[in-house]
């Protein structure tokens, strides 16, 4: 069983940056496959990031050098950094984990996080 956390949510101006931050419960989290996954009010949940183990990862085609996932094995975390935010990245954020491979589809994910809230202002 893995539980996960998010933090680093918030209310920011367009344009700004935010980090965010999952913990993992767990002693084998460096097998995981972690991933970030947001929602909008009306949307559905949607792909924005993955990372393995070894800090393979991959994107959505709307993140790409936009967003960065990063992750510290030791620590049990994995990290979200937004750059240059736009109102329509208004979303919650979730943090997700599975135990091998990569994929981008929500049903893939086993454990979840609560959510984080982001919200960016014009």
């Known amino acids: 069983q893995v539980q996960l956390v998010e933090s680093g949510g918030g209310l920011v101006q367009a344009g700004e940056s935010l980090r965010l931050s999952c913990t993992a419960s767990g002693r084998t989290f460096s097998t995981y496959t972690m991933a970030w996954f947001r929602q909008a009010p009306g949307k559905e949940r949607e792909f924005v990031a993955h990372i393995g183990g070894s800090g393979d990862s991959a994107y959505g085609d709307s993140f790409k050098g936009r967003f960065a996932v990063s992750r510290d094995n030791a620590k049990n975390t994995v990290d979200l950094q937004l750059n240059s935010l736009k109102p329509e990245d208004t979303a919650i954020y979730y943090c997700?984990?599975?135990?091998?491979?990569?994929?981008?589809?929500?049903?893939?994910?086993?454990?979840w996080g609560q959510g984080t809230q982001v919200t960016v202002s014009s």
């Open positions: 997700a984990a599975r135990d091998s491979g990569r994929f981008s589809l929500p049903y893939k994910f086993k454990y």
